[in-house]
């Protein structure tokens, strides 16, 4: 059975950094592509980062290029999130996930199981 656990989320204030961490059991860690995403309140969830399963094609959302940095230790089944210069539009909820444990509805790929997350919020 999958399980990710997210971590390391805050109360920060802007400027300020947080590193994020995703422990993940239940599969061979090192066979998937990670990703992270970011729920704000009250908004739909939103992809922010993404890595190969070797650790390398780190690509990251318009909004945070440049001041997030997505890695992984595979011989500890880990992801992280470095989150430097944050901004109050960063608040919000952090899960990771694999892409590849999503179904096809109709169609459309969905993710089954989501992690609780960990929340992260910005003071201004």
């Known amino acids: 059975q999958v399980k990710f656990v997210e971590s390391g989320g805050a109360l920060v204030q802007t400027g300020g950094s947080l590193r994020l961490s995703c422990v993940a059991s239940g599969l061979k860690f090192s066979d998937y592509s990670m990703r992270w995403y970011h729920q704000a309140p009250g908004l739909d969830r939103e992809q922010v980062a993404s890595i190969g399963s070797g650790g390398g094609y780190a690509q990251y959302a318009d909004s945070v290029k440049g001041r997030f940095t997505i890695s992984r230790d595979n011989t500890k089944n880990t992801l992280y999130l470095q989150m430097d210069n944050v901004k109050p539009e960063d608040t919000g909820v952090y899960y990771c996930?694999?892409?590849?444990?999503?179904?096809?509805?109709?169609?459309?790929?969905?993710?089954?199981?989501w992690g609780l997350g960990t929340q992260v919020t910005v003071s201004s």
């Open positions: 996930n694999a892409p590849l444990l999503r179904t096809v509805r109709n169609g459309i790929p969905e993710y089954t199981y």
